[in-house]
């Protein structure tokens, strides 16, 4: 806490009164535990740093190197230049999101440890510009997944969402899935090549993949003080006969046992693992919090067997609990960066989907208000 005193003498010497104006100052270091962070996609983005800085209590970005392959090393200069511009901006980076895992890795072939290696030196040189979680995800080869960009909404708004029969009857080798960013990672040969590599890994050879991975990096991670947080799969079920793993709350006890190490940790995505109605987030959030270093906090609203859509993040919106899982997270100690998940579309926003600037400001403000009152009403 900052006591600040002001008095004016001028005014005193003009009119002869006293003014005194005591102002308590609740800084955010004594606000939260938690610290507060945004999504930000670099210079491309049209949503910018001066914009997210005007959230109410925002700590920090949350953005990763782009103009590098997967799984080539970041250059020194681009991490620097990145860190300089936030700062700048009076924001935080100590989150990245993410450093993606090359499929030549989730894959075990002969290629592994070459990215795995590169994987090393992204995270020691990370570790050197002050970052202090990395976030990734091991889904073979699609991240997340929707079957609409703009489902419409009653008030007017749009949001993604996910229709399970709608997916099942695509095929991911024509022009019917729409995926922001996939198609353009890869050409259709490209990815009925990667398609076919995958026939031969089931669950059981993804974990193996998944374990040697973590073996190779984990120690390293420690060295370097930085908190690996895998990102839980979206949606958490397998697509196209491709394996899931990070799906529930007993693959993630097995992946926390993988390697045992506070290195080793997650991020807590509530839209992902949400997606599933089997999924008990409070509970998860009560019984890892101690192992997630990064929240992204967001609701869904189930509309069907395997099927929902994205809504505004209040409890009151969708089909989740924020309340109890930001209590779930704070009554396990968590203490980590916590960050709006996708937004809908609101007051004839556009741009990237998911990513636009005014839903994830109301969600940010709106998280930012449970925590306070959580983290408050669980101090006395
Ligand atoms: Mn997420």
């Not at 080869?141 to 695509?170: C, I, P, Q, T």
């Not at 101690?290 to 993040?313: C, D, K, M, P, Q």
């Not at 899982?325 to 926003?349: A, C, N, Q, T």
């Amino acid at each position: 806490m900052q006591l600040i005193c002001t008095s004016d003498f001028d005014i005193i010497n003009k009119i002869g009164i006293v003014v005194f104006t005591i102002s308590i100052k609740l800084g955010k270091d004594t606000a939260f535990n938690m610290k507060l962070t945004f999504r930000w996609y670099g210079e491309n983005d049209p949503v910018t740093l001066e914009k997210i800085r005007q959230i109410p209590t925002m700590d920090g970005i949350v953005t990763a190197v782009y103009d590098v392959p997967v799984g080539e090393v970041w250059s020194k200069e681009s991490i620097q230049a990145l860190k300089s511009k936030i700062n700048a901006a009076g924001m935080a980076f100590e989150v990245v999101e993410s450093v993606p895992v090359h499929e030549d890795i989730k894959l075990g072939n002969p290629n592994a440890a070459k990215w795995m290696a590169s994987y090393c030196e992204n995270i020691r040189r990370l570790g050197e510009a002050g970052v202090k979680v990395i976030c990734y995800n091991f889904m073979p080869v699609f991240d997340w997944l929707r079957s609409e960009l703009r489902r419409a909404h009653k008030d007017g708004s749009n949001s993604l969402a996910y229709d399970n029969s709608a997916v099942l009857s695509m095929n991911p080798l024509t022009s019917e899935l729409s995926l922001p960013g996939w198609d353009e990672s890869y050409t259709k040969e490209e990815l009925k090549d990667l398609l076919n590599r995958y026939k031969g890994i089931d669950e059981e050879q993804l974990w193996r993949n998944l374990q040697a991975f973590l073996q190779a990096i984990i120690p390293v991670a420690k060295e370097c003080n930085i908190k690996m947080a895998i990102h839980p799969d979206d949606p958490p079920w397998g697509l196209f006969g491709l394996p899931r793993i990070i799906t529930d709350e007993v693959n993630i006890e097995r992946f926390l046992k993988l390697v045992d190490s506070p290195a080793n940790g997650l991020s807590f995505c509530t839209g992902s693992l949400g997606a599933s109605d089997k999924n008990d987030l409070p509970k998860m959030a009560r019984r890892f919090g101690n192992r997630i270093y990064f929240a992204h906090l967001r609701n869904i609203r189930w509309t069907g067997e395997r099927s929902f859509e994205e809504v505004g993040h209040p409890t009151s919106c969708g089909s989740l609990d924020m309340y109890e899982i930001v209590k779930g997270l704070v009554e396990s100690g968590f203490d980590g960066y916590v960050r709006p998940d996708h937004g809908r579309m609101i007051w004839g926003e556009t741009g990237r989907f998911g990513y636009g600037l005014y839903d994830r400001a109301l969600g940010a403000t709106y998280l930012a208000g449970l925590f306070e009152a959580v983290e408050r009403s669980s101090a006395k």
